[in-house]
C-alpha cells in the first residue's frame, strides 16, 4: 500500500504511528511509537516526536524541535525553531520519572516563536503568540501575545496573527478579517460568529 505522506529517506518512523495524508517529514527527524500525527503537517529538519505525542492537522514544525510525551497540538500550530517543551517540573538524572510525564495543550491556531520554552502542565490557550526566547511559567490565555523571561501578557492576537487593539468600548476588528473581538472580563471572544 503507498504511503499518503512524505518521510525523507534521512528520517526514521517507528511503527505503530498514524500519519495523516500531505503530512511531511523532513531530513533526520525522528518519529517514534504511537504517535498520532494529522493530515497536511509538515515537521522539519532534526525534529524529534516522542512515543504517544498526538499532532492536529496542519500542524507546522521548525527545525530542532522535540516534542516530548505529554505534548498534544490541536490544529494549525505553528512551534517554532529550536522551541522547547519540558515534561518533567523536576528532573534529575538519577530518579526515574516516566510515569510523571506532565501533559502540556497547544490549542488551535497557537503560535510558539524561536527558541522559546514551554514549562510542562501550563496549556497554551488557542490563537495564542508566544513570542521568540519567551519562557512560559503559567497558563497562557486564548489570544494572548505574551514575551521574555518569565514571559508575561504584553497584548492580544487575532486569529489571523495581527495585534488586535481595542477601543474604549474593549471592541476590536481584524484589518484582514474583518473578525470583530471583544475583550470581556479579561478574555477575548469573537461576537460576529
Not at 122 to 148: C, P, Q
Amino acid at each position: 500500500m503507498e504511503k499518503k505522506y512524505f518521510v525523507h529517506e534521512s528520517s526514521y518512523v517507528d511503527e505503530p504511528c498514524a500519519i495523516g495524508s500531505g503530512t511531511k517529514i523532513w531530513h533526520f527527524s525522528h518519529v517514534m511509537k504511537d504517535c498520532e500525527i494529522g493530515k497536511n503537517c509538515n515537521i522539519g529538519q532534526n525534529v524529534v516526536i516522542s512515543p504517544s505525542v498526538k499532532l492536529g492537522n496542519n500542524v507546522k514544525i521548525q527545525n530542532n524541535v522535540s516534542v516530548y510525551t505529554g505534548v498534544i497540538c490541536e490544529d494549525d500550530v505553528f512551534l517554532g525553531p529550536s522551541m522547547v517543551f519540558t515534561n518533567v517540573i523536576n528532573p534529575r538524572s538519577g530518579v526515574i520519572r516516566r510515569d510523571e510525564y506532565m501533559t502540556t495543550i497547544v490549542k488551535k491556531g497557537a503560535t510558539i516563536g524561536a527558541n522559546a520554552t514551554i514549562v510542562c502542565g501550563n496549556d497554551i490557550g488557542k490563537y495564542a503568540f508566544i513570542g521568540a526566547g519567551a519562557v512560559v511559567t503559567k497558563e497562557v490565555a486564548d489570544y494572548s501575545l505574551v514575551v521574555g523571561n518569565p514571559a508575561k501578557q504584553i497584548g492580544w492576537m487575532s486569529e489571523y496573527g495581527e495585534r488586535l487593539e481595542f477601543n474604549s468600548e474593549g471592541i476590536a476588528i481584524c484589518k484582514h478579517s474583518d473578525k470583530v473581538y471583544e475583550l470581556l472580563n479579561d478574555k477575548v471572544i469573537i461576537t460576529d460568529e
